[in-house]
């Protein structure tokens, strides 16, 4: 079976979030598994300087209204995955952020940015592809890649079977709202502009397009699958979503299990594993040292590694700091995002620096060394449509305090459950509600027999991708079903 997968990061070249990881790990598995899948991105700079004699593939007419005309070359990651490189230096050779400009805004053109990015996917999955290889499965990711649905649908492409496509959401919030006026630019007919086309509330919706013509949706944990289809879960997409409620799957994401494991992770001061729990000290000591911490291992240290959003729930954290500083924990904190939120944490940890530090940014090897040298870990998500850190954290032997929406109530299972429980567990998304869980989750690090059995069962967890691999498998297979 042909698969081809298109999303706008991939790791570790361009990540700003779970859809990174996604786009690395999910396609590799299938490929372990059998099936021929290539991973069609953008040619962002990260991607030519990793790849700067990428063979050329196919060069690509500009095609209907204003989208750019394109080139196609080949590439292969390190275990060996066909990458499809979309290079069209307008559109996609620029610094930094794959959708933010120098100044934090988005690109003014990133409706055409990923309208070709969609373009170019649909015209693959098509029957008047340039390319030999034709792919039976066209498995869209996020609103970025969305529009590819509503391509094959009204856009004409020979004669013979176009591939059947999925619609995967990662986060709904995020629904890619353009003008009207963008819709013959884009190449879409005027009766693409329907309350059962591309409209979706006077605006030019790209995910509401992949929603509305995908043969079959998935979302990132079942529970999320549930949310969206309520009034307060739904972002405004709740109706659709009812309405196609019998081709919508909620899938859990797993982890790379190799990349996030604690006995050969390289970015860690010392390993472990779940029968040598007591070297995870080594690297609360070291974590400490790096961020500038006072060495007190008879204190918990708290971790959080995020973006800094409202989704995140991170204010609520703030807004507890004085209350955290006399329980007393410590809290390493790495993230970016919201300028109020980083100021906040940023005063946070100069008000309280043997307490409290803030790295702002990212850092790969700080992100792994925050799991492992903390002994909690904090997502206070006021929604989360899978989460990848709590499975991280699993792994790590750093029992999560979450809010119980999405795939964090798909994973986390409240230590008060003394047979099956691994972390602790909210249900309310307030100050209040985390401290409370916060006082919990410290209470039982202070009994050390108890810590041990709650950290095993955690790290015992396969959260790899295996199943959920296997699901999608299943779901390609019975689209290409006669």
């Known amino acids: 079976m042909n698969v081809l997968f298109v999303a706008s990061e991939i790791a570790p070249w361009v990540k700003t979030g779970g859809l990174g990881d996604v786009a690395a790990a999910l396609p590799e598995t299938l490929r372990r598994a059998g099936l ?27 095609t209907e209204g204003q989208l750019s005309g394109a080139t196609l070359r080949a590439a292969h990651t390190a275990q060996g995955m066909p ?38 996917a649909a015209l693959l999955a098509g029957t008047t ?52 006026a963008l819709l013959r630019p884009l190449g879409l007919p005027e009766r693409a502009w329907a309350i059962d086309g591309v409209e979706y509330h006077g605006h030019l919706s790209f995910l509401k397009a992949g929603l509305q013509f995908a043969d079959t949706i998935t979302t ?6 549930q949310e969206i289809q309520t009034q307060a879960g739904g972002m405004g997409m709740d109706g659709l979503l009812r309405h196609r409620a019998k081709h919508l799957h909620g899938i859990l994401n797993g982890i790379d299990r190799a990349q996030w ?9 010392k390993p472990y594993d779940a029968r040598r729990l007591a070297a995870k000290a080594a690297n609360s000591v ?19 590694v995020s973006r800094f959003t409202e989704q995140k729930g991170l204010d609520l954290v703030a807004g507890i700091a004085a209350e955290l500083a ?75 305090i979450v809010h119980t929406t ?37 209470a039982l690090w202070h009994d050390k027999p108890r810590w041990r059995k709650l950290q095993r069962r955690g790290m015992q967890a396969d959260f790899g991708w295996g199943p959920a691999a296997q699901r999608y498998i299943d779901l390609y297979q019975t689209l290409c079903k006669p």
Not at 142 to 156: F, I, K, N
Request: charged share 15%; with cysteine; proline share 10%.
């Open 220 to 225: 990132v944990s079942p529970t999320y699958a």
């Open 286 to 304: 070291a974590l400490r040292a790096e961020l500038g911490l006072a060495d007190a291992p008879g204190m918990p240290l708290l971790g959080i």
């Open 83 to 120: 990458l499809y490189l979309l290079e069209c230096d307008a559109r996609f050779d620029r610094p930094g952020n794959p959708y933010l400009g120098p100044d934090a805004h988005a690109w003014p053109d990133n409706a055409l940015r990923f309208g070709l990015l969609s373009r170019v």
């Open 326 to 400: 006399a329980l007393p924990v410590q809290l390493a904190v790495l993230g970016s995002g919201e300028r109020s939120l980083e100021q906040a944490f940023r005063a946070i940890a100069a008000q309280w620096p043997q307490q409290f530090a803030a790295h702002i940014g990212f850092d790969e090897g700080l992100a792994h060394r925050i799991e492992a040298g903390a002994d909690l870990f904090l997502m206070p998500s006021r929604f989360e449509p899978c989460g990848l850190n709590q499975m991280y954290s699993l792994r790590y032997g750093t029992p999560p």
């Open 36 to 62: 021929d899948v290539r991973v069609l991105i953008p040619a962002y700079p990260a991607l030519q300087t990793a790849f700067p004699d990428a063979p050329l593939l196919a060069m690509l007419p500009a």
């Open 261 to 269: 494991n604690p006995a050969a992770d390289p970015f860690l001061a």
């Open 406 to 442: 999405g795939g964090l109530a798909d994973t986390v299972i409240d230590a008060s459950d003394t047979a099956h429980g691994n972390g602790f567990v909210f249900s309310e998304a307030t100050p209040a509600a985390l401290l409370a869980a916060i006082r919990r989750a410290v």
């Open 129 to 180: 592809s340039p390319l030999a290889w034709r792919p039976d499965i066209l498995h869209c990711n996020d609103w970025q890649t969305a529009l590819a649905p509503a391509y094959l649908h009204y856009l004409p492409h020979g004669t013979g079977k176009t591939a059947a496509s999925v619609m995967t959401i990662h986060n709904l919030a995020f629904q890619g709202l353009f003008s009207h």
